[in-house]
């Protein structure tokens, strides 16, 4: 079993910055992908960000040059840093994990951007 911890969020104004982490604990030996989805209320959950073990990133294209996705392997820790929030980032943010051949997911962290 694998647990993923969520923190971070909160509520910030627009242009402004957050930084959320999620750490794994569990049965971690295969743990490959790290990474965060959102779903914003009426909408279908979409892909954030994913960093993959030795460093490749890939980014949502709503998301490009403003958030970094980082990870400290030695902690099991995934980090998204979030700069010049926007509304529509207003989401709940999750952080899932993929360990072959299952994904989880944490509890998510609510994320609000006040214009």
């Known amino acids: 079993q694998v647990q993923l911890v969520e923190s971070g969020g909160g509520l910030v104004q627009a242009g402004g910055s957050l930084r959320l982490a999620c750490a794994a604990s569990?049965?971690?030996?295969?743990?490959?992908?790290m990474g965060w989805y959102r779903q914003a209320p009426g909408k279908q959950r979409e892909a954030v960000a994913d960093i993959i073990r030795g460093g490749p990133t890939t980014y949502g294209d709503s998301v490009k040059g403003r958030f970094t996705i980082s990870r400290d392997n030695a902690k099991n820790t995934v980090y998204l840093q979030m700069n010049s929030l926007k509304p529509e980032d207003t989401a709940v943010y999750y952080c899932?994990?993929?360990?072959?051949?299952?994904?989880?997911w944490g509890q998510g962290t609510q994320v609000t951007v006040s214009s």
């Open positions: 899932s994990v993929y360990i072959p051949y299952r994904r989880y």
């Open positions: 569990g049965s971690l030996d295969s743990l490959n992908t």
